[in-house]
């Protein structure tokens, strides 16, 4: 199975920078996914990292180190829209798709 | 956009009556699951299917069954429902590919009573 840690919440001003990491430590290894949720709706996809290094995808960049088990998401040029939990997640041999507890982010004006 | 679609989406019953969670999805997608999520907490895997006539236990353990006669419908059913059953099932289909990022439904919200 996958054993999947990232911090439980995280606080931005509007504008700023915000980094959330995520470890893990798996038995095997398939890619690993960013995903948003606001409170009360479905997860949606935000990135994909399966090679190490950085994924740019706009406001969002996601990096991974396979080698030390370590992703992170960057979002930047944060909006109040952003304010959502942020689900790492790792996939391993047989296709199957673990999720962190998640990180919520709140943007303050 | 993903078309992925689950029935019903709020759900209220009592103790021990039967039900079944509804999924479907038009995208041809080989794969689906059932995932678990009680507010504010993660999702926890209940059941995964990889085609017609598949279907897996997920990592946690859950009293509910699964079925796939056809490839775009995965229903999940309780038989006797309890209030620990009380929860939201997320499902989700994926297709296999280098990326295969899951799809979600919006979610049965049950309570039970």
């Known amino acids: 199975g996958q054993n999947i840690d990232q911090p439980t919440e995280m606080t931005a001003t509007e504008g700023a920078i915000v980094q959330i990491n995520c470890t893990y430590q798996?038995?095997?290894?398939?890619?690993l996914f960013w995903y948003q949720q606001h409170a009360g709706e479905a997860p949606t996809f935000l990135s994909y990292n399966v090679l190490d290094g950085l994924e740019e995808k706009g406001r969002f960049s996601s990096f991974l180190s396979r080698s030390k088990g370590y992703s992170y998401l960057l979002l930047k040029e944060l909006q109040m829209k952003d304010s959502a939990s942020y689900l790492c997640?790792?996939?391993?041999?047989?296709?199957?798709?673990?999720f962190g507890a998640g990180t919520t982010v709140t943007v303050r004006a | 956009e993903a078309d992925i679609y689950q029935t019903p989406r709020y759900l209220v019953i009592g103790t021990g009556k039967k039900i079944t969670l509804e999924c479907s999805q038009t995208?041809?997608?080989?794969?689906m699951y059932w995932y678990q999520q009680d507010p504010g907490m993660e999702l926890h895997l209940i059941h995964y299917s990889y085609g017609v006539n598949s279907t897996e236990k997920g990592d946690l353990s859950s009293e509910s069954t699964v079925s796939r006669i056809r490839t775009e419908h995965f229903p999940l059913t309780l038989e006797s429902a309890r209030p620990s059953h009380t929860s939201q099932y997320l499902c989700?289909?994926?297709?296999?590919?280098?990326?295969?990022?899951?799809?979600f439904g919006e979610g049965s919200r049950l309570t039970v009573l």
């Open positions: 798996t038995s095997g290894f398939n890619g």
């Open positions: 995208m041809g997608h080989d794969k």
């Open positions: 997640a790792v996939r391993d041999g047989d296709y199957k798709l673990s």
């Open positions: 989700a289909s994926s297709e296999y590919g280098e990326a295969g990022e899951l799809f």
